[in-house]
């Protein structure tokens, strides 16, 4: 009969939405790629043919895959989030919404939060590794690296000596990657820092890290090359410094000979002029009458950089010099006193004694000053010489001319007149006489001839002779003739007449007073 409809019933079958799952980092730096791994089902199998739409939550169009894209990506989805947020916040949040759909109104949505980062630009930073004080670095940096979409608005570089340069974006340009620095000072580490600054903020692009090396400074010294012992002695210092006033200087002189060591800053040196006076006080004892010094300079620039100069110099003993003192004429046979004053000596030199050469062939050796006395014997100009001996030597330290004269005949005697007296009666008589120019230190010779043979001779220290004879017989005259002779050969000669009377002969007659005659 055929086929034929037994009866119907109308349902619905439900539509399932499809299961979806997403999973991914929670974090991600601008520019990077992010991977987000999407795994999807369906009840439906193939019959349901699925597609996704993907809002990465960074204002990028939206991207719809099937599901066969899908699986040729093995379910990982790659984006790259082009820039955080601008601001001084370096890290955006963002929501990333997936959304499968079955193609019969069924769909499902997942999301997955992440932040964001922002990434600091970069740059290579280059350079020497040293420069010296005062020389010009040169620093390059090269092109600036920035993963993110920021405009940069302005560079600084930090030099690392407390300077810092600040550039536009032109200068930064005009520049093109070549940037020079002169470092004042050295003894340094210094750690260059360069820096730019975009809307997210200021980023250090790169460093450099470096040596500023200290330069020694540079010194000259110059003198005279002797010198007198105990005289200023000036020697002429010039110091300089790469680093200028950065690095102050400081000097220190050993004059060579124990003196302690004298130390001047750059303002002292400055307000001598440059010039520096020592007194070397003696050369070295000894014959050898020039000691040789060396003098050593060395400047300091603070920063354990040094110099050292020297300067040979020979001090020279000097000679010393003596006041003497005394009359400028002298009398032949009488004392001449010369005075030996104050010696004067630069160095520090000990007098151990003085010889005095008279000028007349004699010289005598004295252990101190003051006044000592000769008696010239003979007349004529004489040149008094002075020898000093000291630790040095024997030096003629002072001279004195002097005229000696012969004495004026000045000796003068009166014996007294002529006298009377009786045999065998004394002849007692005081003869005094003068000299004027004579001392008498020597004395006078005499002679008294009495004039009956009897001659008395002797000397006499004193002007005046004692005359004391017997006459033992009479009648008789006689001639009394007195002599002297002085210290320099002067002689003079006076007489007087004694007579002497004959004394009567007498005896001692006795008896008595009255006699009987015929008795």
Excluded: C
Excluded at 393 to 408: C, D, K
Aim: net charge negative; proline share 3%; no cysteine.
């Amino acid at each position: 009969d055929g086929t034929f409809v037994l009866g119907s019933k109308a349902i619905t079958v439900n539509n399932l939405a499809p299961t979806l799952s997403v999973s991914g980092n929670a974090s991600s730096n601008e520019g990077a790629t992010y991977t987000l791994a999407i795994s999807a089902g369906d009840a439906a199998g193939a019959a349901d043919p699925l597609s996704y739409s993907i809002d990465w939550g960074d204002g990028s169009p939206a991207q719809v895959l099937s599901a066969a894209q899908l699986q040729a990506l093995g379910g990982n989805v790659t984006h790259v989030f082009a820039d955080d947020e601008d601001g001084l916040v370096n890290s955006t949040p963002r929501t990333v919404s997936v959304t499968v759909s079955d193609g019969d109104g069924g769909s499902t949505t997942r999301t997955q939060a992440l932040n964001v980062l922002n990434v600091a630009p970069t740059a290579v930073v280059s350079g020497a590794d040293a420069v010296d004080e005062a020389g010009t670095y040169v620093l390059t940096v090269g092109a600036v690296s920035d993963p993110g979409a920021d405009t940069r608005d302005g560079y600084s570089i930090e030099w690392g000596d407390g300077q810092t340069s600040s550039f536009t974006v032109a200068q930064w340009a005009a520049a093109n990657g070549s940037f020079s620095h002169t470092y004042a000072d050295g003894g340094a580490t210094p750690t260059i820092t360069v820096r730019a600054t975009d809307e997210d903020g200021t980023f250090v692009l790169g460093s450099k890290a470096i040596t500023v090396n200290n330069l020694a400074p540079t010194l000259t010294v110059s003198g005279a090359a002797s010198t007198d012992e105990g005289a200023g002695y000036v020697l002429a210092i010039s110091g300089s410094d790469a680093a200028g006033a950065a690095d102050p200087l400081s000097y220190s002189i050993d004059w060579g000979d124990g003196s302690a060591v004298q130390v001047l800053t750059a303002a002292q040196l400055q307000a001598l002029g440059g010039n520096v006076t020592h007194v070397f006080a003696d050369d070295q004892d000894g014959p050898v009458n020039s000691t040789a010094r060396s003098i050593s300079v060395t400047v300091s620039d603070g920063d354990g950089g040094s110099t050292t100069r020297t300067q040979a110099v020979s001090v020279l003993n000097v000679a010393p010099t003596i006041a003497l003192a005394g009359a400028a004429t002298a009398t032949v046979g009488q004392g001449y006193t010369l005075e030996l004053g104050a010696v004067s000596d630069p160095g520090q030199d000990t007098v151990a004694s003085y010889t005095i050469d008279w000028g007349d062939g004699t010289s005598e050796v004295v252990a101190a000053a003051g006044p000592v006395s000769h008696v010239y014997q003979g007349s004529g100009a004489r040149n008094i010489q002075v020898t000093v001996t000291d630790e040095d030597g024997s030096f003629l330290a002072g001279s004195l001319a002097v005229q000696v004269s012969a004495p004026t005949a000045t000796l003068s005697l009166e014996a007294g007149g002529d006298a009377s007296l009786n045999e065998g009666q004394a002849l007692v008589r005081t003869v005094n006489f003068s000299d004027g120019n004579d001392s008498g230190a020597d004395g006078w010779a005499y002679t008294i001839d009495y004039g009956d043979g009897t001659v008395a001779q002797g000397r006499t220290p004193t002007q005046s002779l004692a005359l004391d004879h017997v006459y033992a017989d009479g009648s008789a005259q006689y001639l009394v003739t007195v002599t002297l002779t002085d210290a320099v050969g002067e002689t003079v000669s006076d007489s007087f007449s004694v007579d002497v009377a004959n004394v009567a002969p007498t005896a001692a007659v006795t008896g008595a007073d009255a006699v009987d005659e015929g008795g």
